[in-house]
């Protein structure tokens, strides 16, 4: 048989059937269910008198919408309310395992799915949420669907899908001081585009890439999406597996030491060919920090606003916008900008090692700007943040410390923006009106986002 | 699902690139459990001057003028020229079920977000993908032409343009029926049922701990 990309393998071992066209049944291993896209699921299924294939495949947590202050006494918001409540009657109604508002296991979909062992190497991962590409790197094959596929793999436990064409993003040699996963996230969004991997799966590789921990490569898989790819993935090494090894839903004893056998072989072969490949050096990638309402919109901490009349003639107008929105003008030094509010947390940048980063920055600094936020990505996060006393750094220094969600990542529940004021945020996306209306973003990573906490204005961490 | 045939639809365009399913409609909206009703709330933050939130009676907001779907002369569009990139961002299904009860059946781009173009297929809104150049034109002929329409035959993959120009457009062979004929994918997977029951026992079989 001809070498395999990793892509390849995943795909090829999970096709029920295939049409002469290409259309194919995908057989799928596990799907993560939150609140916002699953209730008319399960109301199709009820109106259709279907019950769900495979009931042990699905894991439901509510997220999006639940706040992160003390929610002991339930959730204030009635809108909000109802549809976490509507999650629960689900789960009860057909059986779906779900970590409620106040479990501890509770928090952001994408981080407990790993946390729990639940995403393993070789599976194909499905939920109705465009960053389930994080769970990639795990050697698995993870989309993000509709509600309407959502509610198909829960009545067929296949989703019908095309392969798409597979691109390389190798990255080779050692990261800089302060340089973390989410910056080259930011470098290969900044140089293919967020449609440059539309229509392709990516996957990371090189020497940097396996230089990095579980959680850098899932920030990594996870901003796949924002480059316009569908899957983001990563081959399964030591480091996959020291990560995996007891956790509740991983196999355990004989079972485990089957499964790696099997894992051990999920890389790409010597010599499989791609249809893309793109190269960055990793000495050369700075900290990043967006400047504009797209992903792409982005330069390294060093550079200026860029002069929209020095882009081709097709960026131009997106760009004079995007400064409009973002109230800067042209050639202003990324770190003469001044900001309002400081926001740590989300599935990109919410896990400990994150927690562990941005804590390390604050070195006995006092928070300057208005509020500072940090939002661990799981209650299980949190707790580990609070035994190794990271809430302490945080708190001491002026910075909140709430319950975990998805919170002003995308504002649905009370943590939002106002009206221009303008955000370090780890989160993934800089749309306008993300992180509430006329809010302005600037994504970054944790060092960088607890680094303009303190100072007020970004800082570039690779110097500090 | 509706079918979808032939359409002859009024045109608007809207000239901006990566226009987002946020934009497209707004989280706020996302807190509904159900699938219809979201029509009068697309691009909700683009058409009001104030801020939407659910339950609000949208027929006494101030619309913003300058928004091109407020526009009298694109008032009944069915369908949306759009620029690169449409659809990205979250994968909220919301956005094709805003657009469609919005009254779009179809939406013309260079390029398409993935879930977002997957989704379409599954609400009875066809989305066109048409190289640049040819998109280019069709907003310079929308611009300057009241009352500008399309005529597209699915069956035939064509869309005509008034001035008789055809331009052919591809789409998958397996979308196309589903929408030609208004089938639901689950029915249409659930013919197969013993294959995938077949390759489940196989699966797992091989792979024990899943
Ligand atoms: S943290 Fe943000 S990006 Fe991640 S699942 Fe929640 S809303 Fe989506």
Redesign the interface.
């Known amino acids: 048989m001809s070498a395999q990309t990793l892509y390849d393998k995943l795909w090829n071992?999970?096709v029920?059937?295939q049409?002469e066209?290409g259309?194919a049944?995908i057989?799928i291993?596990r799907q993560l269910v939150h609140e916002?896209?699953s209730?008319?699921a399960f109301?199709g299924l009820r109106l259709?008198h279907?019950r769900p294939?495979?009931i042990a495949s699905m894991l439901a947590v509510p997220d999006?919408?639940v706040p992160t202050t003390n929610r002991s006494a339930g959730i204030a918001d009635p809108?909000?309310r109802?549809?976490v409540e509507?999650l629960d009657a689900n789960c009860a109604e057909f059986g779906v395992t779900e970590f409620k508002m106040n479990d501890i296991r509770q928090g952001i979909v994408h981080v407990i799915g790993p946390e729990q062992g639940a995403t393993?190497p070789?599976?194909t991962v499905v939920c109705?949420?465009?960053h389930t590409s994080t769970h990639g790197a795990f050697a698995a094959l993870a989309h993000?669907?509709?509600?309407?596929?959502v509610?198909?793999v829960m009545?067929?436990?296949?989703l019908?899908a095309?392969k798409s064409k597979s691109m390389e993003v190798r990255v080779e040699g050692i990261l800089g001081h302060g340089v973390t996963a989410k910056d080259i996230a930011l470098a290969v969004i900044g140089k293919i585009g967020?449609?440059g991997g539309?229509?392709y799966a990516i996957e990371f590789a090189g020497s940097a890439i396996r230089a990095l921990s579980m959680e850098g490569r899932m920030t990594l898989c996870n901003m796949a999406i924002e480059a316009?790819a569908?899957a983001g993935m990563i081959a399964v090494d030591d480091t996959t597996l020291d990560y995996l090894k007891g956790r509740p839903f991983?196999?355990q004893g004989d079972?485990?030491d089957?499964?790696v056998v099997?894992w051990r072989n999920l890389h790409s072969d010597q010599g499989a060919a791609f249809d893309a490949g793109v190269l960055l050096d990793a000495a050369e990638i700075r900290p990043q920090v967006t400047w504009g309402t797209?992903p792409e919109m982005v330069v390294a901490v060093d550079g200026c606003v860029p002069d929209p009349a020095t882009l081709s003639a097709?960026k131009r107008e997106?760009a004079e916008?995007a400064l409009i929105y973002m109230g800067l003008s042209a050639n202003t030094p990324i770190t003469d900008i001044k900001i309002d509010k400081v926001f740590i947390g989300s599935c990109t940048n919410a896990r400990i090692e994150d927690m562990r980063a941005a804590a390390a920055v604050i070195k006995g600094g006092k928070v300057t700007v208005k509020q500072a936020m940090v939002v661990p990505g799981s209650g299980l996060v949190k707790r580990q943040a609070e035994q190794e006393g990271l809430d302490r750094i945080f708190t001491d220094a002026g910075f909140e410390w709430r319950e975990p969600g998805c919170s002003m990542c995308?504002?649905?529940n009370d943590d939002k923006l106002a009206a221009g004021e303008r955000c370090a945020s780890t989160s993934n996306?800089n749309?306008?009106?993300?992180q509430g209306?006329g809010g302005r973003t600037h994504l970054v990573s944790p060092e960088m986002a607890a680094a303009a906490a303190i100072a007020g204005h970004f800082v570039d961490v690779s110097k500090l | 699902m509706k079918k979808f045939t032939l359409l002859n639809g009024l045109v608007a365009p809207l000239d901006r690139a990566n226009v987002d399913t946020d934009a497209i409609i707004p989280k706020q909206f996302l807190k509904s459990i159900k699938r219809s009703g979201f029509g009068p709330n697309a691009f909700d933050e683009w058409r009001y001057l104030d801020h939407g939130e659910p339950g609000m009676d949208n027929s006494n907001r101030p619309v913003n003028p300058d928004f091109v779907l407020n526009k009298p002369r694109y008032q009944g569009a069915q369908i949306l020229l759009a620029r690169e990139n449409f659809g990205c961002g979250s994968s909220r299904e919301h956005a094709p079920w805003a657009l469609e009860d919005y009254g779009f059946r179809a939406i013309i781009a260079p390029s398409f977000a993935d879930i977002f173009f997957n989704n379409c297929f599954k609400n009875g809104l066809l989305p066109i993908r048409l190289d640049a150049g040819k998109v280019e034109i069709l907003f310079r002929e929308v611009e300057a032409n009241a009352g500008y329409k399309l005529a597209i035959d699915l069956e035939q993959q064509t869309i005509g343009a008034p001035d008789g120009t055809v331009y052919p457009f591809e789409v998958d062979a397996f979308r196309k029926h589903c929408l030609l004929n208004g089938l639901d994918d689950i029915g249409l997977t659930l013919q197969h049922v013993d294959e995938i029951a077949a390759f489940e026992a196989r699966h797992h079989a091989a792979q024990p701990w899943l």
């Open positions: 071992s999970h029920v059937r049409d066209d259309t049944l057989y291993d916002v896209t209730p008319q109301e259709a279907r294939w495979r999006h919408n809108v909000s109802i549809q509507t393993l070789g599976m109705g949420d465009s993000g669907i509709g509600t309407s596929e509610e198909h009545a067929t436990q296949c019908v095309k967020t449609a539309t229509g316009g569908r991983a196999p079972l485990w089957k499964a099997q797209s097709d997106g916008r995308l504002a649905m996306r749309f306008e009106g993300r209306q």
